[in-house]
């Protein structure tokens, strides 16, 4: 099957010219939430990060399979090198073409921000990479107390 990703009208000589795109790249969307921060420690309690909510993950209904602990990487933490060079080895044997790391900056502030600013010190892992931001506010929701704003979104 043939895509087409845009076509141009040349009035003057009146015919489309068609541009076939680049090959479809497979990009994952990262979390950067599996590792602890100040923040998450005031918010949620000391120590907490993403595996929290995992590990606590019960069924929801028939066949729904909670909790789905972790595989091959176990409770990795992101601040650990190895852990991001063996994400990106699992990724790319995958074909996984690039990972799409979740950007969180309010008003000036980022957080979660550890993991990619580790990735571009050390130029590594060697994955192609873009940022996603994540333009919300976050609140208590998790916990049952929607109308608690932890960090405003401006």
Same mark, same amino acid.
């Given at each position: 099957?043939?895509?087409?990703?845009?076509? +141009?009208?040349?009035?003057?000589?009146?015919?489309?010219?068609? +541009?076939?795109?680049?090959? &479809?790249? &497979?990009?994952?969307?990262?979390?950067?939430?599996?590792?602890?921060?100040?923040?998450?420690?005031?918010?949620?309690?000391?120590?907490? /990060?993403?595996?929290?909510?995992?590990?606590?993950?019960?069924?929801?209904?028939?066949?729904? +399979?909670?909790?789905?602990?972790?595989?091959?990487?176990?409770?990795?933490?992101?601040?650990?090198?190895?852990? +991001?060079?063996?994400?990106?080895?699992? =990724?790319?044997?995958?074909?996984?073409?690039?990972?799409?790391? #979740?950007?969180?900056?309010? =008003?000036?502030?980022?957080?979660?921000?550890?993991?990619?600013?580790?990735?571009?010190?050390?130029?590594?892992?060697?994955?192609?990479?873009?940022?996603?931001?994540?333009?919300?506010? #976050? /609140?208590?929701? #998790?916990?049952?107390?929607?109308?608690?704003?932890?960090?405003?979104? /401006?």
């Amino acid at each position: 099957m043939t895509r087409i990703v845009a076509a +141009r009208i040349d009035a003057k000589d009146a015919h489309a010219e068609l +541009r076939y795109p680049a090959p &479809t790249r &497979t990009i994952a969307f990262y979390l950067p939430q599996f590792h602890p921060v100040p923040e998450n420690d005031e918010w949620w309690g000391p120590g907490f /990060t993403e595996w929290t909510n995992v590990a606590r993950a019960r069924p929801l209904f028939p066949g729904h +399979r909670q909790p789905n602990l972790p595989g091959d990487l176990g409770f990795y933490d992101l601040r650990v090198p190895e852990t +991001r060079e063996a994400q990106a080895r699992l =990724a790319a044997d995958h074909g996984v073409d690039a990972f799409c790391y #979740w950007h969180y900056w309010f =008003a000036g502030r980022r957080l979660l921000d550890e993991p990619f600013e580790a990735v571009l010190r050390a130029g590594s892992p060697s994955l192609s990479f873009c940022l996603g931001w994540a333009n919300q506010t #976050w /609140t208590g929701i #998790w916990h049952g107390a929607a109308d608690r704003i932890l960090i405003e979104q /401006t």
